[in-house]
């Protein structure tokens, strides 16, 4: 039963266009959203994160966006670069949770330069 | 400002042997969440600590899966007896809090069972 789900498993862009990547959930109790970054051999770091009373939240290059009707977020990345090539993972969680996360099964990012 | 740190980076068992992974939480930080990441798939959550307490283990395989996070130390999670299935990568991560509270990662364990 998986509650977060990105079903784009890879996705290539060229350096300085935008980059989407998409995330859908299911769990209506999920009301803050996080994307992680990470790069082989290593954890994940954060990146954005937005809260269910937002439909929009921007940081530098990153802007994440929240559709609560759709269940559906997504993360643009503009313009990107290089070193933007990555595994990104969508995760959720409910503050009724414990705040454990969970999370999509990632999205490989590569840019070409 | 040392992150979240595990230990060891890659660990080999045989099957039937006993694997210790070992986490220690950013400076300020009192709430642990391990999980674990198979080939080709997400993290999936397996448990979370605060000193001295499982708060949820909802994730944590029934048997021969164990976590603590005791007073003075890091936070261990125990695997007893091996089996080749549970061969992923192990993340810890931590937090001030829970509410609306970003996780921050440590590398992670790499776990190989031959």
């Known amino acids: 039963d998986q509650q977060v789900k990105q079903n784009s498993p890879s996705l290539s862009v060229q350096e300085g266009r935008i980059s989407i990547l998409n995330c859908d959930y299911t769990?209506?109790?999920?009301?803050?959203f996080l994307w992680y970054k990470k790069y082989p051999a290593e954890g994940p770091t954060f990146l954005i994160s937005?809260?269910?009373?937002?439909d929009k939240n921007e940081d530098g290059r990153f802007t994440v966006f929240l559709n609560k009707s759709a269940k559906h977020l997504s993360l643009h990345i503009v313009p990107s670069q290089p070193g933007d090539s990555a595994v990104y993972f969508c995760?959720?969680?409910?503050?009724?949770?414990?705040?454990?996360?969970?999370f999509g099964q990632g999205t490989t990012l590569q840019v070409k330069p | 400002n040392a992150g979240v740190m595990q230990n060891p980076r890659h660990l080999v068992r045989r099957r039937g042997q006993e694997a210790r992974l070992r986490c220690s939480p950013m400076?300020?930080?009192?709430?642990v969440y391990w999980y674990r990441q198979l080939p080709e798939e997400g993290l999936k959550f397996m448990v979370y600590?605060?000193?001295?307490?499982?708060?949820?283990e909802s994730g944590m395989p029934k048997e021969r899966f164990s976590a603590e996070f005791p007073k003075e130390g890091p936070s261990i999670l125990r695997i007893q007896q091996v089996v080749r299935g549970d061969s992923a990568a192990y993340f810890c991560?931590?937090?001030?809090?829970?509410?609306?509270?970003?996780?921050?990662f440590g590398s992670g364990t790499q776990l190989s069972v031959l």
């Open positions: 937005i809260s269910s009373i937002k």
């Open positions: 991560a931590s937090s001030r809090g829970t509410l609306n509270e970003k996780l921050f």
């Open positions: 400076k300020g930080h009192s709430h």
């Open positions: 769990n209506s109790m999920f009301d803050y």
């Open positions: 995760a959720a969680s409910a503050q009724s949770n414990t705040g454990k996360l969970i």
């Open positions: 600590l605060q000193k001295e307490n499982i708060i949820d």
